[in-house]
T-cell receptor, first 116, second 109 residues
Framework: ETGVTQTPRHLVMGMTNKKSLKCEQH?????MYWYKQSAKKPLELMFV???????ENNSVPSRFSPECPNSSHLFLHLHTLQPEDSALYLC???????????????FGPGTRLTVL | EDQVTQSPEALRLQEGESSSLNCSYT??????LFWYRQDPGKGPEFLFT???AGEEKEKERLKATLTKKESFLHITAPKPEDSATYLC??????????FGQGTILTVHP
C-alpha cells in the first residue's frame, strides 16, 4: 500500500448504528487529519492529531469520536448520527517539522457515508 | 474571519483553450497557499504550494502564481483529462488549512 488509505470506501448506516472509519498513512508522516466534505461546501476540518496528540477539535459534535493509536493510524468512531452527517469523510496526513506549522497535506480517497 | 473565495464556480473550456482560475483570500497571517485537484469520488491530489508574493510554480500544463491577495492557476492548452475540481487552500498563522469551495473545470474535446 502507498500513500493514504481509507476503509470502508462506502458506508450506509442507520441513525442508531455505531460504526468506525479507518485511515492508514504509509508516508512516515507525524500528523493526521479528518475532514468532512459536503455537497456544495468547502472542506471542513474536523480533527487534527500531531504526534498522536489531538491538537484541534473544530467544534465537532460528540457523536464523532476520533482515535489515533499511533502515527500511522487514525479512526473516526460514529454513533447516533443524523442524516445531515451524510458526506465524504477524508483523511489526510502531513509531516510536521519542529518550529514550523503544518506542511502539505496528502489525502486519502475518502469514505462516502450515507446516514438513513 | 479568514476567507478563501474561488472563481468562477464552474468553467467550461474547449480543448486547447487556455484560461485561469482565481483564488482570493483574506488571512491574518499567510503561511502558505495550496492548490489541489479533486476528481469525482476521490480525495484531493496535491499540486502546488506557494509561500510568498511573486512566487510561481509549474507542472505540465498548470502554472500557479501568488500575489498578496490572490492566486491564479493558469491552464495552458488544456486537455479533457484536466477536467476536475480545483481546490485552493490557505494555511493560517497557526497552521490550519482553510479551503475554498472549488472551481469545477470541464474541458471538452
Amino acid at each position: 500500500e502507498t500513500g493514504v488509505t481509507q476503509t470502508p470506501r462506502h458506508l450506509v448506516m442507520g441513525m442508531t448504528n455505531k460504526k468506525s472509519l479507518k485511515c492508514e498513512q504509509h508516508l512516515g508522516h507525524n500528523a493526521m487529519y479528518w475532514y468532512k466534505q459536503s455537497a456544495k461546501k468547502p472542506l471542513e476540518l474536523m480533527f487534527v492529531y500531531s504526534l498522536e496528540e489531538r491538537v484541534e477539535n473544530n467544534s465537532v459534535p460528540s457523536r464523532f469520536s476520533p482515535e489515533c493509536p499511533n502515527s500511522s493510524h487514525l479512526f473516526l468512531h460514529l454513533h447516533t448520527l443524523q442524516p445531515e452527517d451524510s458526506a465524504l469523510y477524508l483523511c489526510a496526513s502531513s509531516q510536521e517539522i519542529a518550529g514550523r506549522s503544518y506542511n502539505e497535506q496528502f489525502f486519502g480517497p475518502g469514505t462516502r457515508l450515507t446516514v438513513l | 474571519e479568514d476567507q478563501v473565495t474561488q472563481s468562477p464556480e464552474a468553467l467550461r473550456l474547449q480543448e486547447g483553450e487556455s484560461s485561469s482560475l482565481n483564488c482570493s483570500y483574506t488571512v491574518s497571517g499567510l503561511r502558505g497557499l495550496f492548490w489541489y485537484r479533486q476528481d469525482p469520488g476521490k480525495g484531493p491530489e496535491f499540486l502546488f504550494t506557494l509561500y510568498s508574493a511573486g512566487e510561481e510554480k509549474e507542472k505540465e500544463r498548470l502554472k500557479a502564481t501568488l500575489t498578496k491577495k490572490e492566486s491564479f492557476l493558469h491552464i495552458t492548452a488544456p486537455k479533457p483529462e484536466d477536467s476536475a475540481t480545483y481546490l485552493c487552500a490557505v494555511k493560517e498563522s497557526y497552521g490550519k488549512l482553510t479551503f475554498g469551495q472549488g472551481t469545477i473545470l470541464t474541458v471538452h474535446p
